[in-house]
């Protein structure tokens, strides 16, 4: 008698089999929310990579002093900071090269966030560019970001059920709603400190250095981590949400 690959009909499976078999192969679904936030946030540290590597690149073929260095130099008339910014750390004895390598590591980031940064692997290969643009004259304070990102790029394809539990479900409906919003305000106050830390320019503030540099400090950073933070919780409500409507 010729008989089926799988359970022969009328046959009857033990429980424990049939739990088995039930979640071996269980179903990918991805967090939307989460994943659009994560490949934004990704796209926003790859541009400061960028930012840094063309900064970099403008002080031409020469050694560099030390691991700590300056991406922006001194002497420039279209910044406020003529003494020089932006410190970044890198393993590259030269600012030409260290700035290439920053600036193709940043499109590489872009790229993989806005591509595969869903996959399985797509979290990890992430992590390692955002390791290498640090050791490579990327930046500094993007250590945090980058790492959040990566926490937060993890749960892209997970079940989400320690939020669910941590989350009320009242408040998660409430925030579920503002993802978008808080992600917006999240982007435009990081961009707003890239430009203030490369130009030095804020509308009906005095250009002056150490003004700027306690606003960046002491207002914009804390204000771009809690954004973030709440951006990615409201994601995860979201996301959470779907499911449970689902």
């Not at 022969?8 to 929310?33: F, H, M, W």
């Not at 001194?74 to 600036?103: D, R």
């Not at 978008?180 to 435009?188: D, E, N, P, Y």
Request: proline letters at 6%.
């Amino acid at each position: 008698m010729v008989r089926s690959m799988g359970n022969p009909i009328g046959e009857k499976v033990p429980r424990g089999v049939a739990a088995d078999l039930s979640t071996s192969a269980p179903e990918y679904v991805s967090n939307s929310a989460t994943r659009v936030i994560a490949s934004m946030l990704g796209v926003l540290l790859g541009i400061s990579s960028i930012n840094h590597g063309i900064l970099e690149t403008l002080q031409g073929n020469r050694p560099t002093p030390g691991l700590v260095v300056k991406a922006l130099g001194s002497g420039y008339s279209w910044t406020v900071w003529t003494q020089g910014s932006e410190p970044a750390f890198t393993l590259v004895p030269n600012f030409l090269l260290t700035g290439l390598i920053a600036t193709f590591i940043g499109l590489l980031m872009i790229l993989w966030s806005l591509r595969f940064l869903q996959k399985s692997y797509g979290p990890t290969v992430f992590l390692l560019l955002g390791v290498t643009s640090f050791l490579t004259g990327g930046g500094m304070a993007q250590v945090l970001l980058f790492t959040l990102n990566w926490l937060v790029a993890t749960r892209i394809r997970a079940s989400l059920r320690l939020w669910r539990w941590l989350i009320p479900s009242p408040l998660c409906r409430v925030l579920g709603g503002i993802w978008r919003w808080t992600l917006a305000a999240a982007t435009i106050l990081f961009l707003s400190a890239l430009e203030i830390a490369v130009i030095g320019y804020i509308p009906g503030v005095p250009s002056q250095p150490e003004l700027l540099r306690r606003i960046l400090m002491f207002q914009l950073a804390p204000a771009i981590v809690l954004s973030l933070l709440l951006t990615f919780l409201s994601g995860f409500a979201h996301d959470i949400e779907v499911r449970r409507s689902a």
